[in-house]
C-alpha cells in the first residue's frame, strides 16, 4: 500500500520569500511518480510539478521545485520568491502500481 | 474551455434522496476518475474508468454508490440514499493512459460539492 504524509498542516510565509513544504512517503512499488498539485479556494487541484522515482535530478517548474531523496523517501516543494497568489492547500501525491493516492495537504498563506 | 467540468458546482439535498453528478473530461482523455474529498482532507479515491470500463473500484464505494461512463465520454456519479456522511466534494479528474504509468498526469475539475441536510 502507499502512504504520503504532510506533517506540516500550516506554513506561513512572507512575499518573496522562498518555502519548503514537507513531503514523506512509502510505497513497495519499484517504480513510483511523485506530484504537488495546488488547491485554491476554488477547489480545482492544479498540476504543479512531478519526479519520476528513477529521474536522477531533481524536478524544476519555474518557481517550483522538488528536493527529491530517495533514500529517505522525501519529496518536499520548494516554492521560490513567493507571492500573494501561492496562498492555497497544497498537495503531495504518488502513483505506483495504483491510482494516485493524495496527502493531507499543507495550508500554505503568504503575506505581503 | 478545453478542461474538465462538473455539474453541477453545488448541490444541497436532504438525507435519504438520490444525487446525480455529471463529469465531462478532456475529449481525447480516456481515462476518468473520481475522487471525494472531505474538509481537511486529501482526495480520496473512488473508482476510475477506461475508456467505458470500470476497472477499479474503491472500498469507500458503497453499494449506494453507482457510477456508470456509457460511451466512454462523459461520466455520471449516482448516489442513492444520501446519508450525511456523503457531504464531501466530488472531484472528477482525467488523464490518457495506456498502460499504468507513474507518470500519468491526472487533470482534476473544479468539483461538485454535495451537502446532505
Known amino acids: 500500500a502507499q502512504k504520503i504524509t504532510q506533517t506540516q498542516p500550516g506554513m506561513f510565509v512572507q512575499e518573496k520569500e522562498a518555502v519548503t513544504l514537507d513531503c514523506t512517503y512509502d510505497t513497495s512499488d519499484p517504480s513510483y511518480g511523485l506530484f504537488w498539485y495546488k488547491q485554491p479556494s476554488s477547489g480545482e487541484m492544479i498540476f504543479l510539478i512531478y519526479?519520476?522515482?528513477?529521474?536522477?535530478q531533481n524536478a524544476t517548474e519555474g518557481r517550483y521545485s522538488l528536493n527529491f531523496q530517495k533514500a529517505r523517501k522525501s519529496a518536499n516543494l520548494v516554492i521560490s520568491a513567493s507571492q500573494l497568489g501561492d496562498s492555497a492547500m497544497y498537495f503531495c501525491a504518488m502513483t505506483g502500481y495504483s491510482t494516485l493516492t493524495f496527502g493531507k495537504g499543507t495550508m500554505l498563506l503568504v503575506s505581503p | 474551455d478545453t478542461g474538465v467540468s462538473q455539474d453541477p458546482r453545488h448541490k444541497i439535498t436532504k438525507r435519504g434522496q438520490n444525487v446525480t453528478f455529471r463529469c465531462d473530461p478532456i475529449s481525447e482523455h480516456n481515462r476518468l476518475y473520481w475522487y471525494r474529498q472531505t474538509l481537511g482532507q486529501g482526495p480520496e479515491f473512488l473508482t476510475y474508468?477506461?475508456?467505458?470500463?470500470?476497472?477499479?473500484k474503491s472500498r469507500l464505494l458503497s453499494d449506494r454508490f453507482s457510477a456508470e461512463r456509457p460511451k466512454g465520454s462523459f461520466s455520471t456519479l449516482e448516489i442513492q440514499r444520501t446519508e450525511q456522511g456523503d457531504s464531501a466534494m466530488y472531484l472528477c479528474a482525467s488523464s490518457f493512459g495506456q498502460s499504468r504509468a507513474t507518470n500519468e498526469k491526472l487533470f482534476f475539475g473544479s468539483g461538485t460539492q454535495l451537502s446532505v441536510l
Open positions: 519526479q519520476g522515482s528513477y529521474d536522477q
Open positions: 474508468f477506461q475508456n467505458e470500463a470500470q476497472l477499479e
